[in-house]
């Protein structure tokens, strides 16, 4: 369903995320699409980090928004923010795309322009510094487990706690695979020979 389609709200942007969710559950349409005006750059910011992927990233933003919505029901603010539900399936969303990609899968964009999305665009490589270009390189070296734990504690600054909670691992374990990520960067960024 494009933005066009929804219907308009007068849902105040900030608006408690509970109090959102509520009248989602109340199915007023309208609530459903400012749950995902407040979530959806940063859960694609997650994906994208992940899966340094443009049509995968927005493949797997959708798929986990869908399911999200679909099984609202079942979030409970009591276990946990939504913030971390909705991260959670969309980490499982990514490690699913992963599995499967080794399955022919492309857009009609990509077949009838030959465009390469397995890059940023070129306006988000301008916004990088070169630094932060090394940097984004350096990460796609990481095994894709020390990469989630990267992403969520450099790019999303959360807790081990969060990590853990996200990625199902216990929180020590979030910490060591962090320390592995961290070093296994700093060698690679320290052999860098374009680095100054």
């Not at 308009?8 to 408690?16: A, F, I, N, Q, R």
């Not at 969309?90 to 009838?112: D, H, M, Q, Y």
């Not at 465009?115 to 988000?124: F, G, M, T």
């Not at 296994?184 to 320290?190: G, I, P």
Request: glycine share 2%.
């Amino acid at each position: 369903m494009n933005e066009l389609t929804w219907p308009t709200t007068s849902l105040d942007p900030t608006v408690p995320t509970q109090t959102v969710i509520e009248r989602c559950l109340a199915d007023e349409e309208g609530a459903y699409l400012l749950l995902y005006k407040q979530y959806a750059a940063m859960l694609y910011r997650l994906v994208y980090s992940m899966l340094q992927h443009r049509e995968d990233a927005e493949e797997v933003v959708q798929d986990s928004f869908e399911y999200a919505f679909r099984t609202l029901h079942r979030y409970d603010p009591d276990k946990a923010s939504f913030k971390t539900w909705l991260y959670t399936i969309a980490v499982s969303r990514c490690r699913n795309k992963r599995r499967r990609k080794w399955l022919p899968t492309f857009g009609l964009e990509l077949a009838a322009n030959k465009a390469d999305h397995s890059q940023p665009a070129p306006d988000e490589v301008v916004a990088l510094t070169e630094k932060q270009q090394r940097v984004w390189q350096a990460l796609q070296t990481l095994s894709p487990k020390l990469r989630e734990t990267a992403v969520l504690r450099y790019y999303e600054n959360l807790t081990y706690a969060e990590i853990g909670e996200i990625l199902e691992i216990p929180t020590k374990t979030a910490e060591s695979r962090m320390r592995l990520a961290h070093n296994a960067l700093r060698e690679q960024l320290s052999n860098d020979d374009s680095l100054p």
